[in-house]
């Protein structure tokens, strides 16, 4: 297991991220601390829990009005925190690159799919018109797409939702990043084609010892899926432990949300409700595992 | 309860046409709980709407509570049968306080006793009288679909369409809000059309559930097939292996 | 402020901002109170505002503020200049300038007043039924719509006006009937999205007649867009009523007006500049305002534009 190695990608220490509200400061993420390395980690919650707001506050995504504090924030050698808008641009896309939910929404409508790849590429590397072309196509063959070359000339609406969420993987892989933060990368697919797209996030990702922050509320999705998970609650980690020993957690939260999911196997037998101790809130955060 | 049969629904005209439905057939006794499963396109939402009577271009059969009926509805059909909807973000008025919102069926049925009916119906769904004034802006989306649910049954209706109604929301909410429509349809003999995309889900409420794909229903299974992954077709299992979550050596990575 | 009243203050305030109203008029209360917030949060907006209510003010307070009656000819004084006695001078009549700008601002509102009050309901009805009944309803309704879209809002005003013969009220109705247009294409195309809404599709699973879904759950969804596209528009009319008054066809002489006074002014522009300045300024300050004020409501409305 790969799970924490020597030299992180992304180290992240003491993250907040809030927002002003009639009723005073609302915080949305509350002081939290974590490692990406080569690997799959997933940041797993309910909504409200701070994990799409930590996944944006890493490239500085964060809605307006939102204001973030790191004290620190490192990816490779290179420190993120108080970097000015035109330094994020140099690493939004270049080192670290976002999958969003739904695919239709984050393609040019009007842009063949092929050209937004390789302009892609041609945003962060020095290359010809062809060169970005032939790369584009490559990198649809390595998101398992059958014919590249009829793919490259179609224009987003003409493709279906798990070819859609291909073509961002393609799109967001090709200037080579460092660090993958998915948010929800397959909620939007059914469930069949949801695991091929996994499978293809997880082949590129392990080949090319890129780090993944995977930002899910499937329990069950990320326990299968990732090599470590992080479980968020009101804005704090209150338990990490790696993906396959999710099952034996210790928070009460934790074990309380696992305890609350249907299981085919259970049948009508009655769900387990959580309840929700107001302590958990406040209470230590788990050190580094 | 409900019998369909030779159910067709068919969209656009001439060559454009695309059939959501394809003669589709089936019976739910009555306070049970049938699902209707399959992935999004699959026509499962549309036969509900059908059912409804929010959808009025299909043929075939429709038979509720012993009565054929037709493509519209009159008042008498929608105090038997109701429906909650899936986002419940989307379902409540935004402009709307609880109070309007749950008495809005009664005025629109000429029911009188609104207040303490209210009162009742909110107390059903484990909402206190807190709630009454509130937006739904102002609520979780737990506390939505509560409020969604009350008001699909003020009128005491004997039939619930139910369109996904826990998938957007959280798992321990989903949690309470199963339980809330079990105990429910148990104590009111209830029969429920559970439209999910979701197995777990379905096994914990129906008693018989039907598997489509592509407008066309692929097999018919009872509750306890489903638990112990007894399908007949391939498609049925792929839906069931892929429910249990991301498995690399189940996935073939080169279909198009 | 004594620690009492600021006590009650605060009582309020929590009263405004408690999480669970105990009545419909409370919820009502707390969200005017919370779009108030947004709208405070907006400085230009607050200066239209304030702006809007200090002229409203004036109209309504005309006869004290007013230094003479707006009516009254001195000919022995006519054409002065700005003076202690005569703040704006006088015009060649020699009536009070300044009194005459306040009483205009009656004039001035009394049409945006009207023609808000016309233009809105129409507009919301025949856009909201036409785009939630759809099919041949819709089509009649909105290509009568883009006929009289099609005509310039002021030819088409003038026309009306020619043809009723010139009047205040004439004013009045030439001008709602050329703008009404617009806000029946908002109010449609806002409907075309709500239509499709769940809860438009919950309210018909209860069996609720279509009048009832359009008058109780379409049009409130609208409302927020057309009061905001009316308070813009109703710079433009406070324009086209100007624009009436300066062509002799709005309000009719000896009715204070401010495009009137800044057509007679237009003869003694070269010796008398500040008469055609006052009444121009005061045109420029109302259209200013609403359109402020109107931008400021768009922004509070929709929190997530």
Redesign the interface.
Known sequence: MSGTTKSPILTVEDLRVGFPGPRGLVEAVRGISFEVGRNKVGIVGESGSGKSMTGRAILNLLPSGATSTVKSMRLGETELAGLNENEMLGIRGKRVSMILQDPKYSLNPVMRVGHQIAEAFRVHHRASRAEANERALEMLAAVRIRDPKRVFALYPHEVSGGMGQRIMIAMMLIPEPELIIADEPTSALDVTVRLQVLAILDELVTTRGIGLMFISHDLNLVSTFCDEVLIMYAGRIVERCPAADLHQAKHPYTRGLLASLPRLEDGHKRLRVLERDPSWRNEPIPAEA | MIEVSHLRVAFGAGENQSVAVDDVSFSIPEATVYGLVGESGCGKTTILRCLAGLNRQWSGTIRIAGKTVGPVRDLAFYRMAQMVFQDPYGSLHPRHTVNTILSEPLVVHGIAGIGPRVSRVLAQVGLGESYRYRYPHQLSGGQRQRVAIARALILEPRILFLDEPTSALDVSVQAEVLNLLRDIQVEQGLTCVLVSHDLPVVANLCNRLAVMNQGKLIEELGVADLMSARAHSGYTQRLIAASAGYDRTLVGLDVD | MTAHSFERNASLRSWL?V??????F??WMQ?FY?AW?RLAANPLAVIGVVVLLGIGLVALMAPWIATHSPFDQVLADRLQRPSAAHWLGTDELGRDVFSRIVYGARTTLYIVGLVAVIVGPIGLCIGATAGYLGGWVEAVLMRITDIFLSFPSLILALAFVSALGPSLDNAIIAIALSSWPGIARLARAETLTIRS???V?????????TP?IIF??VM??CLPSVVVRVTLSMASVALTAAGLGFLGLGAQPPTPEWGAMLSTARQYLLEHWYLAAMPGLAILTVSLAFNLFGDGLRDMLNPRS
């Open positions: 901002l999480e669970a109203p105990q009545s419909g409370q919820a969200s919370l917030l809404s769940d809860y599709d919950a309210v018909r699973v209860m069996g609720a007649s009832r109780k759950h409130p969804m």
